[in-house]
């Protein structure tokens, strides 16, 4: 009998058997009985004698079954006998999952079954079962309409919403993906889905490297061509048209999720080819209080390509159980607009911009406050004009600039949410940020809308120059920035400015540590990071800045300076010269220049080629700053030589919380005077705004403690202030590991690098967390051995890594010698002893290589996990391969 | 820590060997009664030397009479040999004095066992003390190790406290095992490093194992039941143990480098070559050696130093101080 309900096979890798039972249902209408499998943990949880606080309701989707949520089942009823996570405080609750009619393990009612009538099955069933008391739903795929449209017909039960990746609408503008259009044609959708497994294999490939025995355990409902025919009814009843039988209940169920005022969360494969992010967004703007989870590397199948259950757990337990946080109070100062400068100088004639070699000009081009007024009014207007609304995407994918400053300034005074990513990422990576953050619409130079048509980046486009129509119309570039402008020139008033709490920003990390995250800024934090820039570095307005430095620089119009972009490739900073600077430096009479750290290096090397009138330009610069990464002293010392009138700063900062603290190189001096062996990288004390706490690290080498600014105390760095960021960009999970809340209402940014505070208030960095290596003597940082071990004769650089299990770690230095060596090698038993008296702390071997890893961005932060895994591996036996 | 505890009439089986010799003199030390069981004289002022083996039954009856604590090192140690002698004594020996030992009413007894009892070929990085496994462990040697170590653990109860104390890589001056090997094969030309000589492995110093076989004895109550591997939790890698031993010793330190599968069949051959030939001397390299000299293994030792709450005494380089010092 291939019709009737039954039981899964037993032995199906993960699936708990106690879980399954047979559910006989009458259906509403009708009077027919039919039966359901269901996994259930109800009963599992009465044995262990615990009340759950609700039950999750999962919902497969096509072609899959309940087999799909086995880990959620498992984890929910672990809670209770694991020790570990507390369940008072996780929760514990009742899951179940359904095999829908026609599908898994249900019966086969010999009818097909339309979106109406499944929401209408899973009703019939839920009131059988008696649920009551809160419910959260979970659906996939198009288990996530089925899902979402019962909960709009139970409001009354539903306390809460979750899907892995799904779709309620489709976008009038967007053709049905590729796979399901093949699967539609009429010849091929009973050949795909009925007669063979093509469709099923298809979507069980979708997951990355599904063992073989899992992936049997998903076609086990589907062995035969009759058991497979709800697959084939699934797909046909996907609505392609208004014309289909389903398009009004898909209809309802998509404008039915707007009035579901419960919290909500999606997580999300981006390597989805049906459900791309496309659908994520519309979700998200259907459900604007809904948290959001990109899994990067996941695709559809997202439920075998990460261990999502730990994480609806811990959201339920969050979002649902406890509420949402009580709103952060109002700030009682609040900075003024980003924009209000522009508004206050519209009539000065004054310069606000020079940009040194703008494109396509010979000689430097200065921009007054009156024309970057007007210019970005007229770009305010035009973009509105254009259909950008308050709360779009712009991704901005143009070098610093003119173009940029008045891009910017115009998207913040509209409202609109400016993504930018740096092309320092790559086209890979820069492409998975704007991929993720799926922009509205996208303003870019000719490279950027090659890439965005070569890639399939979304949004409208817009170009900065004006293109031959025969090319825009190519790329799909709907108005230049000339035609944005002339479509302002209307004198209509712009709208209502954005309110300090709106997102203003988001703008993607480095990517040194793992996939580029976008970090999410409102006005108001934007606001505070320049009220603080200007309070730190006493910049006022008119003051000259050399922008070489592009997120500092930016700010240059709301902060009311002069800023000069110099002469480079702002795309790759070593192309700065000493010349450029200098030419940028006396184009604004500059006081102050913000450099980046890799760019120094070539400013230093080309010093030699500067005139006298340059270097006289440059002995008359206050202050240099250099952000972005820690500079060793004697480098700083060289740049104090160029610059002698200057003071030199190095903030310590990251995207989130771009000023943290600051220090001169006179105060690095004088702290590596007063504690020589500190075991750190003394970053100064905190900025003007800005708290710094530590919490401490563990025996096992976790950030547990209170965060404490008590003296000594080597933990995780963690920062409050009001311009570190809002949030990452659909990244709850990430989000919610960075934060931490103290009991006074402080939220504290985690850094998530080590350091200690020292009795004056100073900041020191001993290495990032996961860096830290967990001995059985106890927790060591790797700055400190680093230093000591650099003290030695010929050793140019070091990092100490940890090799082995975390609590019994083997402390293990990678050398890279003043000479240079050609391959890997261990090191020398004199230099191994040498450097063994230095560290004063047991290491078990030392490594010599030609080169330490470094990031490609910052070219000074050494990749210790990339060494980590190589010592490891040549320590147990493996092949001395370079690094 | 020693001097608390009381003293008691023990005896130390295979004592004539340098960890045994050792171990009597720590048992001395610590002011117990030491008596000794071996082929030829323990050679340890202050010990009752018993000369025998533990494959004689009758023996083994003599020597535990009126005693209270056993710690039981002697076994067949090699590289190559027949099956049946490694049975003889490690297995067939460790159930001998077992029972002798609960016939003559021994509360306390320690089996002096071996890492590779656990040691599947594959690289160890801080491993806790795995079971013993007869079936997987490499080689005669720590096969018949394995069998004798559970046999130990099997007879363990409340009245009869056994402990199994695995050292692994045991050297010191005066070491006839792996650092007369060593240095004889150097002094020949005949050592070679496996591969860059890179992987880290654990040794412990000869009186550091003594200590924590005493440290063991002593700890039986609570200890009981359970093998604890004990190493000087100093890992190096081969190529810097070599040179620390060679130089020690006065000998040039290897330089040749053998990739370690090209070692391994090679040992293989020269194993069932030997097996078929016994000699005067071990093998040049067998399979097993290459393996241990190949691959990593260094083990967790926060479980040992906790049961028996001891540490090791000696450093590794205070340790090479002591081998150059017995060279000169």
């Not at chain 1, 496309?278 to 559809?300: I, K, N, S, T, W």
């Not at chain 2, 049946?84 to 066992?113: H, K």
Request: net charge neutral.
């Amino acid at each position: 009998m291939s019709g009737a309900a039954s039981l899964p096979p037993a032995g199906l890798p993960g699936l708990d058997p106690r879980y399954s039972r047979l559910v006989t249902v009458p259906e509403r209408g009708t009077g027919a009985q039919h039966t359901w499998h269901v996994l259930d943990n109800g009963d599992a949880l009465a044995q262990l004698g615990v009340e759950p606080v609700g039950t999750i309701l999962c919902v497969h989707g096509n072609p899959t079954w309940s087999y799909l949520w086995r880990s959620l089942l498992s984890a929910a009823t672990d809670v209770v006998t694991d020790a570990a996570s507390k369940h008072a405080t996780i929760g514990v609750w009742r899951v179940i999952a359904v095999d829908q009619l026609n599908m898994g393990f249900s019966d086969r009612t010999g009818t097909t079954r339309p979106l109406s009538t499944r929401i209408a099955d899973l009703g019939d069933l839920t009131e059988t079962l008696g649920l009551a008391g809160q419910v959260v739903t979970f659906g996939h795929d198009w288990g996530g309409v089925v899902s979402l449209g019962w909960a709009t017909q139970h409001p009354h039960l539903v306390s809460g919403v979750m899907a892995l990746n799904t779709a309620v609408h489709q976008p009038a503008d967007a053709s049905i993906p590729a796979l399901l259009r093949l699967a539609l044609r009429p010849i091929l959708l009973k050949s795909s889905t009925v007669h063979t497994t093509a469709f099923l294999q298809s979507t069980l490939a979708l997951a990355s490297g599904l063992p073989a025995p899992v992936r049997a355990a998903y076609l086990a409902p589907y062995l035969t061509a009759d058991r497979r025919q709800g697959i084939g009814d699934f797909v046909a009843d996907i609505p392609v048209d208004q014309h289909h039988e389903s398009f009004a209940a898909l209809t309802a169920v998509s404008s039915g999720i707007r009035d579901l005022h419960v919290p909500a969360l999606f997580l999300w494969g981006p390597k989805d080819p049906i459900f791309s992010d496309r659908y994520l967004v519309d979700l998200l703007q259907r459900m604007p209080q809904a948290d959001a989870h990109r899994f990067e590397g996941a695709g559809h199948l997202i439920a075998e390509d990460v261990d999502f259950a730990p994480v609806a757990l811990r959201w339920l337990a969050e979002a649902v159980l406890t509420g949402p946080p009580p709103p952060v109070s109002e700030p009682t100062h609040e900075a003024p607009a980003l924009w209000s400068n522009l508004d206050k100088y519209r009539d000065s004639p004054k310069t606000a911009l020079v940009e040194m070699a703008p494109p396509g000009r010979s000689a430097p081009r200065h921009v007054s406050w009156r024309l970057l007024a007007t210019r970005v009014k007229e770009l305010a207007a035009g973009l509105r004009a254009h259909g950008v609304q308050p709360g779009d995407r712009v991704s901005v994918l143009v070098p610093p600039g003119a173009d940029l400053t008045a891009v910017l300034y115009a998207c913040l005074r509209i409202g609109a949410v400016v993504v930018v990513a740096d092309a320092g990422l790559g086209i890979g990576g820069l492409s998975r940020a704007v991929r993720g953050a799926w922009p509205d619409h996208v303003i870019g130079i000719d490279r950027a809308l090659v890439a965005a048509k070569a890639l399939g980046w979304p949004g409208q486009k817009f170009s900065t120059r004006r293109l031959p129509a025969g090319v825009a119309r190519s790329l799909g570039v709907t108005a230049s920035l000339g035609e944005l402008m002339t479509a302002g020139r209307t004198g209509a008033p712009l709208p209502q400015p954005p309110s300090p709490g709106d997102l203003a920003a988001v703008l993607f990390t480095s990517g040194s540590t793992g996939p580029a995250k976008g970090v999410a800024y409102t006005h108001r934090q934007l606001s505070a990071l320049s009220e603080l820039l200007a309070t730190q570095y006493d910049i006022t307005v008119g003051t000259g800045l050399v922008a070489g430095f592009a997120p500092f620089a930016l700010l240059g119009p709301a902060l009311g300076a002069t800023s000069v972009t110099p002469d480079m490739d702002v795309t790759s900073p070593s192309t700065l010269t000493a010349a450029a600077v200098a030419d940028a430096a006396a184009a604004v009479d500059a006081r102050i220049v913000f450099a980046s750290p890799a760019a120094l290096g070539n400013v230093l090397a080309t010093a030699d080629a500067l005139t006298v009138p340059q270097r006289n330009t440059l002995s008359g610069v206050q202050a240099l700053l250099s952000a972005g990464a820690p500079l060793a002293e004697p480098l700083l010392a060289r740049v104090s030589q160029l610059l002698p009138s200057a003071t030199i700063h190095t903030p310590y900062g990251m995207t989130e919380g771009l000023l943290l603290t600051d220090i001169t190189l006179g105060g690095i001096r004088d702290a590596a005077k007063s504690i020589p062996d500190s075991g750190g990288v003394c970053v100064g004390v905190p900025a003007a705004s800005v708290q710094i706490r530590i919490s401490a690290l563990d025996g096992a080498g976790v950030a547990s403690g209170p965060p404490s600014n008590q003296p000594g105390v080597t933990g995780e760095i963690v920062a409050a202030a009001p311009h570190i960021k809002d949030h990452y960009d659909r990244l709850w999970v990430t989000q919610a590991d960075s934060v931490r809340d103290s009991d006074d209402g402080t939220r504290w940014h985690r850094t998530g690098d080590v350091g200690h505070l020292d009795s004056e208030g100073r900041l020191w960095v001993e290495g990032r967390l996961p860096h830290v290596i967990v001995a059985a003597s106890g927790v060591i940082t790797p700055v400190g051995p680093e230093h000591r071990a650099e003290q030695v004769s010929g050793v140019a650089r070091a990092a100490a890594v940890g090799v082995g299990p975390s609590g019994t770690q083997q402390l293990v230095l990678v050398i890279e010698l003043s000479t240079r060596r050609r391959r890997p090698a261990m090191a020398t038993p004199r230099l191994t002893a040498d450097i063994r008296a230095a560290v004063g702390r047991p290491v078990a071997a030392v490594l010599v290589v030609p080169k330490l890893p470094t990031d490609i961005r910052h070219n000074s932060k050494v990749d210790r996990s990339r060494l980590a895994r190589w010592a490891t591996d040549v320590l147990a036996g493996g092949r001395m391969r370079r690094p | 820590m020693t001097m608390s505890e009381t003293p008691m009439k023990v005896l130390v089986t295979g004592a004539s060997g340098s960890l045994g010799q050792a171990v009597v003199a720590g048992l001395i030390a610590a002011g117990h009664e030491v008596r000794t069981l071996q082929r030829r004289s323990s050679a340890v002022a202050g010990a009752e030397d018993f000369i025998g083996t533990v494959t004689d039954a009758e023996d083994l009856t003599t020597a535990t009479a009126g005693r209270e604590a056993v710690v039981h090192l002697a076994a067949k140690v090699s590289m190559a040999g027949a099956l049946a002698e490694f049975e003889a004594v490690n297995v067939g020996g460790t159930a001998g004095i077992l029972a002798a030992a609960r016939a003559a009413g021994v509360t306390r007894f320690v089996q002096v066992s071996s890492p590779s009892v656990a040691h599947s070929g594959t690289s160890i990085m801080g491993a806790g003390t795995l079971p013993a496994d007869p079936k997987r462990a490499r080689g005669a040697y720590a096969r018949t190790k394995a069998q004798g170590e559970l046999l130990a653990l099997a007879s363990d109860t409340s009245d009869f406290r056994v402990v199994a104390v695995r050292p692994h890589l045991v050297w010191g001056p005066g070491d006839t095992q792996l650092i007369a090997r060593i240095v004889e094969r150097a002094r020949r030309g005949r050592l070679p490093l496996l591969n860059s000589g890179a992987c880290l492995i654990d040794t412990t110093y000869r009186d550091n194992a003594a200590s924590a076989i005493v440290a063991a004895l002593h700890r039986a109550d609570t200890a009981h039941g359970h093998a604890y591997v004990v190493s000087n939790g100093e890992p190096r890698t081969v190529a810097e143990l070599m040179d620390g031993i060679c130089r020690a010793a006065g000998v040039t330190p290897p330089r040749w480098r053998v990739p370690a599968a090209v070692a391994r069949a090679a040992g293989g051959a020269v194993e069932a070559l030997w097996s078929m030939r016994p000699g005067e001397d071990e093998p040049p390299m067998t399979r097993f050696l290459a393996e241990q000299l190949s691959t990593a293994h260094w083990f967790d030792q926060r479980r040992t130093r906790e049961a028996l709450q001891w540490s090791p005494a000696v450093s590794i380089d205070e340790g090479l101080h002591r081998l150059a010092a017995s060279y000169r």
